[in-house]
Each structure stands twice: as structure tokens, then as C-alpha cells.
């Protein structure tokens, strides 16, 4: 039995649970961005804003899109020393933010406080970890010094994670059937590293298809270029929520 955070933002325990589509809405412009959430209109329920587009389109941005009724996934990734982290979700009080992640590799103090200060602060929001990114392999890992295994290393980092108070694990999609034994039911999975059959895997070195990954537990699958770059992005999105549901 997995939890499941449903498109308008409430939790909701469900024994036969329904893996949710993100569109991770990383382009160049903020009229670019506001084009394809109006080609693919009501069919869309989340929407990742990550740093690229947080940065440049800021909070005003972010407002109208949950305005237009999505749910908001702001991947910002922050890892920084305790206090600052917490200071930084603090400052994200006034959002209409349903997830926000962090980097595991901040550590179990700063994860802790992080989560403590969130529930204040962001009652409404999950806080995710990031383990190991999917554009690294274990070549990459080795480069920045990380001798272990990676499998090993994403598994340390999410037990780390969840016993530190944070809500869910952003990992690839091959370490899903490993780490869902390992950590509580309600640990919510969110997934990049997605590509429909016959889409190009562009920089990500671990990945699967939407049914793959829905199979293998996640809750929410992040994708962008195969929705993205297509000639109808809206066509897109209903087929690939079409194969999660068959």
C-alpha cells in the first residue's frame, strides 16, 4: 500500500495506487513554458519548475501556474549548511508549493531540522530527498570521489533521508524494486529519468519507460523532453497516462 499525494494536493492512502504524470516545464522562456501548459490544458495536473525556471520567472510565475489549477513540484535541490537550508524554506512560506526537494548529501542534521521547520513553515509541501542524480553512473560517482557502489550509495542515502524526517526519495527508476522493501509504505517515490519507448535518453544514464517505473512503485514519473519536444504535446502526455493505466 503506497500514499499517494492526489492532483489537487490532499494525501490520500490507497491500496491500488494511481502514478501520477509531472511535466518537468524546463524551457528557455517563461512564453515558451505558458504555451505548452496551454496546449496540454486540463490533462496536466503537476508541473516540475526547477532552478532554470525558478530563477529567471520567480514566484509570480509560480503563482499562476497554481492559479490554472496544477499542483507545483519546485525542484530546487538545496544544499547548503543547516541553517541556511532552513532559513531558504522559511522563505518559500508565501508558495503554493505541494513538493520541494533537497539533497540527501546535506546530511542527517540538516535533513532533520529541515523537516521540523517545514511543518511549520510548509505544512502543506513534502519535502523530497535526492539520492544520486540519474545523469550519474558510477564512472561519475567514482570522479567525485564516491567509491561505493552506487545502488549502495542511493540506498544509504534514502534510509538516511527517511529516518531524518524528510517525505519521500527522488530516485531513478532502477533502484524502485530495491528501495520500496527497504523503506516505510508511505514513502512517496517521484521518478525522472522516464522515457516512452522510442524516445531519445538524451543525458540521463538510468532510466525506464512510464509503465516500468509505474510497475515498479513509483508515485510520480518526472517528464519533460518526450512531452516537451513533441510536434503535439497534449497527445503525448494522454498517451503516456494512457499506458499507466492499462
Known amino acids: 500500500m503506497y500514499w499517494l499525494i492526489n492532483k489537487r494536493g490532499h494525501d490520500s492512502k490507497m491500496t491500488n495506487s494511481k502514478t501520477e504524470v509531472i511535466l518537468a516545464l524546463?524551457?528557455?522562456?517563461?512564453?515558451?513554458?505558458?504555451?505548452?501548459?496551454?496546449?496540454?490544458?486540463?490533462?496536466?495536473?503537476?508541473?516540475?519548475?526547477?532552478?532554470?525556471?525558478?530563477?529567471?520567472?520567480?514566484?509570480?510565475?509560480?503563482?499562476?501556474?497554481?492559479?490554472?489549477?496544477?499542483?507545483?513540484?519546485?525542484?530546487?535541490?538545496?544544499?547548503?549548511?543547516?541553517?541556511?537550508?532552513?532559513?531558504?524554506?522559511?522563505?518559500?512560506?508565501s508558495l503554493p508549493i505541494k513538493m520541494l526537494t533537497l539533497h540527501s548529501t546535506a546530511g542527517p542534521e540538516a535533513l532533520a531540522k529541515c523537516a521540523q521547520v517545514a511543518k511549520e513553515f510548509l505544512p502543506n509541501t513534502h519535502l523530497l530527498a535526492v539520492t544520486v542524480l540519474t545523469s550519474m553512473n558510477q564512472a561519475n560517482l567514482n570522479a567525485i570521489g564516491v567509491n561505493i557502489d552506487i545502488s549502495?550509495?542511493?540506498?544509504?542515502?534514502?534510509?538516511?533521508?527517511?529516518?531524518?524526517?524528510?517525505?519521500?526519495?527522488?530516485?531513478?527508476?532502477?533502484?524502485?524494486?530495491?528501495?520500496?522493501?527497504?523503506?516505510?509504505?508511505?514513502?512517496?517515490?517521484?521518478?525522472?529519468?522516464?522515457?516512452?519507448?522510442?524516445?531519445?535518453?538524451?543525458?540521463?544514464?538510468?532510466?525506464?519507460?512510464?509503465?516500468?517505473?509505474?510497475?515498479?512503485?513509483?508515485?510520480f514519473l518526472v517528464i519533460g523532453r518526450p512531452i516537451l519536444e513533441a510536434v503535439e504535446p497534449k497527445k503525448t502526455l494522454i498517451e503516456i497516462q494512457t499506458e499507466l493505466n492499462l
Open 26 to 93: 524546463d524551457v528557455e522562456s517563461r512564453a515558451k513554458a505558458e504555451n505548452i501548459l496551454e496546449k496540454t490544458g486540463d490533462d496536466l495536473h503537476w508541473v516540475k519548475i526547477g532552478l532554470q525556471t525558478y530563477l529567471r520567472d520567480g514566484d509570480s510565475f509560480l503563482k499562476d501556474v497554481s492559479a490554472s489549477g496544477k499542483s507545483i513540484f519546485l525542484d530546487l535541490k538545496l544544499h547548503d549548511i543547516p541553517n541556511t537550508m532552513t532559513k531558504a524554506i522559511e522563505s518559500l512560506s
Open 152 to 219: 549502495k550509495q542511493v540506498d544509504n542515502l534514502a534510509k538516511m533521508s527517511i529516518e531524518s524526517g524528510i517525505n519521500g526519495i527522488v530516485s531513478s527508476p532502477l533502484e524502485l524494486v530495491r528501495l520500496r522493501p527497504q523503506l516505510p509504505s508511505k514513502t512517496i517515490f517521484v521518478t525522472p529519468g522516464i522515457r516512452p519507448i522510442g524516445s531519445s535518453s538524451g543525458d540521463q544514464k538510468r532510466i525506464m519507460t512510464p509503465k516500468q517505473a509505474a510497475n515498479s512503485g513509483a508515485n
